[in-house]
């Protein structure tokens, strides 16, 4: 009988659809767990094919270049050294002379060891909720049995399995060892405490140990935080990986004299929180979108406020300054502290910032539109164009030089509209779209006193103390502030959280202070505006309830609700 394991756990980025770049990556990690004498390596959830791979998984061609993928991993297991664990899409019926696609779908967790897959099993609860469309293309498995790893039987489970009691007991009923679960839980606010009690529950519920190895990286609006952990029996955590990195750990594992599975070595590096934790997942998550598709680059309209400024700092962290082009693109309306603090920052941080007066622009669709404008009062229409003007700017430079423009847009603007269409909502990505007006001035503040691990930017104040203290403008018009239009962000960020986090009701917020015909004015504006936010980019997902997957509200909607 076995009694003595060394479980490499291996923190994954995955790219999804690169099967040859990520099966190398998992062949590495087997290298260099071998060197540390590790007898298994753990992958997470579909880190074959990167998660999610949403309807790839439909296509003949691509299920039968993963069939060939894992093949290649499990004959490179045939050496002797460390099995694997690894995830990928997997079918039931893969007959020689039958279509790739005549079986059904499923998410399965294989185990590769003497050169063959010597097991599969399939992920049984399949989530449907929020930013998972597992249901959609997956097949749901049965309720999984133990798999037998060189003497030990080992609980595979598949992610969601995890976050409820039922595949753990079954596991432990039929006579599992250890629980190993793979895993691709995206980042958001408080998840990382979220997993751990989780773990608590099944290793509580169950008695035996737990692995949990989560993936890393950006994945369009998702960011995968790592974070992967190890519980005792006692629910003692005995190692934890770095979050938002790449990282292989080593565990240790023996048999107690009660026939129970114990780390006896471990290591435990405490994940970042509240806005450390933020910060660097919209770095990540910037960074991996425009890396994995290629850009060179990106491209910021700065305008001297602090939306502007702070995606700036976020890109240079991301990408390094050399990358990252900014151009203030003033208009009769543009003050002069905007165009000094566009320069200030831009030079803090180490990028290139070119002008460009938009004021030709507005002349020219001024005579353009004139005679059908004639006799009509000047309103938002005027407004808008020079939006409209900037971001065609940004889109021609874009168009020519190959960089990305990076909308700087945060989740209040996008909550009530308070942005244009093909204006300042132009871009490949936002990285704040998920970030409320409130957080992006605390951000930017902690950002001047912290230089997250991994930055590119430089040290000290990158962002003017002028930008984060003067109120917030558009400057479409003469002594324009936001709050012209909107509540105080203060107070329009509290009823957003509550309508869009919470689904609160009128009557609820009311309940906490607010004044009611705020919170209805705030209501419609955020309904709306649904039409607008269908149109605008993606961006990196923090809160629970970010707009696109998570949110899917009708843009034609009578419901208005009571007032």
């Given at each position: 009988?076995?009694?003595?394991?060394?479980?490499?756990?291996?923190?994954?980025?995955?790219?999804?659809?690169?099967?040859?770049?990520?099966?190398?990556?998992?062949?590495?990690?087997?290298?260099?767990?071998?060197?540390?004498?590790?007898?298994?390596?753990?992958?997470?959830?579909?880190?074959?094919?990167?998660?999610?791979?949403?309807?790839?998984?439909?296509?003949?061609?691509?299920?039968?270049?993963?069939?060939?993928?894992?093949?290649?991993?499990?004959?490179?297991?045939?050496?002797?050294?460390?099995?694997?664990?690894?995830?990928?899409?997997?079918?039931?019926?893969?007959?020689?002379?039958?279509?790739?696609?005549?079986?059904?779908?499923?998410?399965?967790?294989?185990?590769?060891?003497?050169?063959?897959?010597?097991?599969?099993?399939?992920?049984?609860?399949?989530?449907?909720?929020?930013?998972?469309?597992?249901?959609?293309?997956?097949?749901?498995?049965?309720?999984?049995?133990?798999?037998?790893?060189?003497?030990?039987?080992?609980?595979?489970?598949?992610?969601?399995?995890?976050?409820?009691?039922?595949?753990?007991?079954?596991?432990?009923?039929?006579?599992?060892?250890?629980?190993?679960?793979?895993?691709?839980?995206?980042?958001?606010?408080?998840?990382?405490?979220?997993?751990?009690?989780?773990?608590?529950?099944?290793?509580?519920?169950?008695?035996?140990?737990?692995?949990?190895?989560?993936?890393?990286?950006?994945?369009?609006?998702?960011?995968?935080?790592?974070?992967?952990?190890?519980?005792?029996?006692?629910?003692?955590?005995?190692?934890?990986?770095?979050?938002?990195?790449?990282?292989?750990?080593?565990?240790?594992?023996?048999?107690?004299?009660?026939?129970?599975?114990?780390?006896?070595?471990?290591?435990?590096?405490?994940?970042?929180?509240?806005?450390?934790?933020?910060?660097?997942?919209?770095?990540?998550?910037?960074?991996?979108?425009?890396?994995?598709?290629?850009?060179?680059?990106?491209?910021?309209?700065?305008?001297?406020?602090?939306?502007?400024?702070?995606?700036?700092?976020?890109?240079?962290?991301?990408?390094?300054?050399?990358?990252?082009?900014?151009?203030?693109?003033?208009?009769?309306?543009?003050?002069?502290?905007?165009?000094?603090?566009?320069?200030?920052?831009?030079?803090?941080?180490?990028?290139?910032?070119?002008?460009?007066?938009?004021?030709?622009?507005?002349?020219?669709?001024?005579?353009?539109?004139?005679?059908?404008?004639?006799?009509?009062?000047?309103?938002?229409?005027?407004?808008?164009?020079?939006?409209?003007?900037?971001?065609?700017?940004?889109?021609?430079?874009?168009?020519?030089?190959?960089h990305m423009v990076l909308s700087t847009g945060n989740k209040s603007e996008m909550s009530v509209g308070y942005a244009?269409?093909?204006?300042?909502?132009?871009?490949?990505?936002?990285?704040?779209?998920?970030?409320?007006?409130?957080?992006?001035?605390?951000?930017?503040?902690?950002?001047?006193?912290?230089?997250?691990?991994?930055?590119?930017?430089?040290?000290?104040?990158?962002?003017?103390?002028?930008?984060?203290?003067?109120?917030?403008?558009?400057?479409?018009?003469?002594?324009?502030?936001?709050?012209?239009?909107?509540?105080?962000?203060?107070?329009?960020?509290?009823?957003?959280?509550?309508?869009?986090?919470?689904?609160?009701?009128?009557?609820?917020?009311?309940?906490?202070?607010?004044?009611?015909?705020?919170?209805?004015?705030?209501?419609?504006?955020?309904?709306?505006?649904?039409?607008?936010?269908?149109?605008?980019?993606?961006?990196?997902?923090?809160?629970?309830?970010?707009?696109?997957?998570?949110?899917?509200?009708?843009?034609?909607?009578?419901?208005?609700?009571?007032?």
């Amino acid at each position: 009988m076995t009694d003595h394991f060394i479980i490499a756990l291996a923190q994954l980025n995955a790219h999804v659809g690169d099967l040859e770049g990520n099966v190398a990556k998992i062949l590495d990690h087997r290298m260099q767990a071998t060197v540390k004498g590790a007898h298994l390596l753990v992958t997470p959830e579909l880190s074959v094919t990167g998660y999610p791979p949403e309807d790839l998984v439909l296509k003949a061609q691509f299920m039968a270049a993963v069939k060939q993928a894992v093949r290649r991993l499990a004959l490179a297991t045939g050496d002797g050294g460390p099995g694997l664990i690894v995830g990928a899409p997997w079918m039931d019926d893969w007959g020689q002379n039958k279509a790739p696609l005549r079986g059904k779908i499923f998410n399965a967790a294989l185990l590769l060891d003497n050169g063959e897959i010597k097991a599969v099993r399939y992920k049984y609860d399949l989530p449907n909720y929020g930013v998972f469309d597992d249901a959609r293309v997956f097949t749901p498995g049965p309720l999984p049995g133990p798999v037998s790893f060189r003497g030990l039987r080992l609980g595979l489970m598949v992610c969601e399995d995890f976050w409820t009691a039922e595949v753990s007991e079954c596991l432990e009923e039929s006579g599992a060892e250890l629980l190993v679960s793979i895993n691709a839980s995206p980042y958001e606010t408080s998840k990382t405490d979220v997993r751990l009690n989780l773990g608590v529950q099944r290793v509580t519920e169950s008695g035996l140990a737990a692995i949990y190895v989560n993936m890393v990286g950006g994945q369009d609006e998702l960011v995968f935080d790592g974070g992967s952990f190890a519980l005792n029996p006692d629910c003692g955590l005995v190692a934890q990986l770095p979050s938002f990195e790449e990282h292989l750990a080593f565990t240790t594992w023996e048999r107690d004299e009660e026939e129970r599975w114990h780390c006896t070595q471990g290591h435990c590096e405490p994940g970042p929180e509240g806005d450390d934790a933020v910060y660097r997942a919209l770095t990540l998550g910037l960074r991996d979108y425009v890396t994995k598709n290629g850009f060179p680059g990106v491209l910021i309209g700065m305008s001297g406020g602090i939306d502007s400024a702070l995606s700036a700092a976020v890109a240079v962290d991301a990408l390094g300054a050399e990358r990252v082009h900014c151009v203030m693109m003033p208009s009769p309306y543009t003050s002069r502290e905007s165009l000094e603090d566009a320069a200030d920052c831009s030079k803090r941080l180490g990028v290139r910032l070119d002008e460009i007066s938009i004021e030709p622009a507005m002349t020219a669709f001024g005579e353009m539109l004139a005679p059908l404008f004639a006799e009509r009062q000047a309103d938002t229409t005027e407004e808008n164009i020079q939006a409209r003007s900037r971001g065609l700017t940004l889109m021609a430079l874009s168009n020519k030089l190959g960089h990305m423009v990076l909308s700087t847009g945060n989740k209040s603007e996008m909550s009530v509209g308070y942005a244009t269409l093909y204006g300042d909502m132009c871009g490949g990505y936002n990285v704040l779209k998920d970030v409320y007006k409130t957080q992006v001035f605390r951000l930017a503040r902690w950002r001047n006193n912290h230089r997250p691990p991994g930055a590119l930017g430089p040290e000290g104040q990158v962002i003017p103390d002028r930008i984060i203290t003067k109120p917030p403008t558009a400057e479409l018009k003469p002594n324009q502030t936001d709050q012209d239009t909107l509540p105080s962000y203060d107070e329009l960020d509290a009823i957003l959280a509550g309508l869009i986090e919470s689904e609160a009701g009128v009557g609820d917020l009311v309940a906490k202070g607010h004044d009611r015909a705020v919170v209805n004015r705030v209501w419609r504006m955020l309904e709306n505006a649904e039409y607008k936010r269908r149109q605008a980019p993606p961006g990196v997902k923090i809160t629970p309830k970010s707009f696109g997957r998570d949110r899917r509200y009708p843009i034609t909607n009578a419901y208005k609700g009571p007032y």
